[in-house]
């Protein structure tokens, strides 16, 4: 059972940030754990690629379709894994990065709190909260659950809120 120390019902719509690996499949773990059946929650991916103008549409269209298809794949396990709930669950494959993903989706469906993984690359922002990660928490948008390898959720006792 859940810790209702904090109150998880100020959030109405939550954007699960993927890549579809171990880490976010971690994340949205956490998130469905924490919040529930209480919240709509948005599946994204956000896909882009960096080449040359020559085979930029033919990779992008082809990234999109993978995107898509990883997408559907992840809603079909999220359903398997949490039979118990009927989640209100969607999901979006969007051209660009992740933080303009986010802005996007922000916009239209005035989502309130992304739940995202997050692993270290390099430097001391990406060792504790790996650079997609850091991008996100760094444009402010929306507030941002990090959700580390590994991590179980155990309930909400303490949020720590960093600003500058």
């Known amino acids: 059972m859940r ?25 949205l773990n956490y998130a469905i754990s924490a919040f529930e059946n209480g919240v709509s929650y948005t599946l994204v991916n956000a896909y882009d690629a ?6 930029l549409l033919n990779l992008n269209d ?16 999220i359903k398997s894994e949490y039979p118990e709930y009927k989640l209100d669950l969607v999901s979006h494959s969007i051209f660009g990065s992740p933080v303009d993903a986010i802005k996007e989706l922000v916009n239209k469906k005035k ?21 997609v990660a850091v991008a ?17 959720f155990l309930g909400l006792k303490e949020i720590i809120y960093a600003s500058d």
């Open 3 to 27: 810790d209702k120390i904090i109150n998880t019902n100020k959030f109405t719509s939550i954007i699960l940030l993927t890549d579809f690996s171990i880490i976010a499949r971690n994340a």
């Open 50 to 55: 960096r080449t040359s103008t020559a085979t």
């Open 62 to 77: 082809v990234l999109r379709k993978e995107s898509e298809q990883k997408l559907k794949e992840e809603k079909e396990w």
């Open 111 to 131: 989502s309130d709190l992304v739940v995202m993984g997050t692993k270290g690359i390099t430097g001391i922002e990406a060792v504790l909260f790996g650079s």
């Open 136 to 152: 996100v928490i760094k444009a402010g948008i929306v507030p941002v659950i990090s959700v580390p390898p590994d991590y179980n």
